[in-house]
Structure formats: structure tokens, C-alpha cells
């Protein structure tokens, strides 16, 4: 089962503080477990919401754009991670052990799997061309 794990902002996140030297070292050495223990799929820190946009979607097609930043931190994300794990036990385990500063929060959610949508898709067919586009996706930005 693969998994996202969500970091919440804090206000230093939203303020653009970079984390100190020795947070990166103890986040490096945590994800060099994850890796060795074939846990580790693909994460990245995000950029505070002042630099990013929120699209709310209406009636009719009607859109509207409200520039960052936005006020509550805590309904925000600084950062993602996906990983691989049997079970959600197992993932809560593994991330109960991530350097997250004090008073900070994760949040753990299974991602769909192509299997799950299997009854809405019996032929298959929708799912086949969602990998085709994937694959294409990858290779468009060299990934393999």
C-alpha cells in the first residue's frame, strides 16, 4: 500500500525559515532509513503559501483565484512524503519516528490504487490509458 504523509505548516514554515543545519541532518538520516528499508517513494518541502495561489471552483464553470498567503497555518502544507508501507499501522509506526518539531503534525492518508477503481471500471479500459498517461508523464520528465 502506498501512503502520502502530509507535513502541516507552522508559522516559521509560512515565514519561509529555513530549517537549521542539524534539522537537515536529522531529516537526512531518517529518510536514508526509509530508503534502505524500501519505504521511501518521493517527497518534497513546499514553498510557504505566500508564493502560491488557491483555486476555488464555482457554479456554472465559474472559477475564482485568491493569491497567498493564507491565514491559517494549520489547514496548510509544507511538505509531503510517499511511502510504501503493508499497512497503516506499519505507516504510522515508521512516521511516529520522523524529526518533527514539537508541537508539529503529520497526517497520514492511503493513496488509490489502479484495483480500486475496478468496479466503476470493470473493462479496465479507463485504467489502461491512466497508466499509458502516467508512463508518458515519466518519461517526459525522465523518470523511469
Known sequence: MRFIVFGHAT?????????TAEELEKMGRFMEELVKAGVFVAGEGLMPSSKGARIRFGSAGKTSVTDGPFPETKELIAGFSIIQAPSLAEAVA??????????????IRQLFSDQDFATVDPSGELRERDAKLRERANEQHGKS
Open 11 to 19: 508559522q516559521d514554515t509560512e515565514a519561509g525559515v529555513m530549517p
Open 94 to 107: 515508521w512516521m511516529r519516528r520522523a524529526p518533527t518539531p514539537e508541537g508539529g503534525s503529520l497526517e
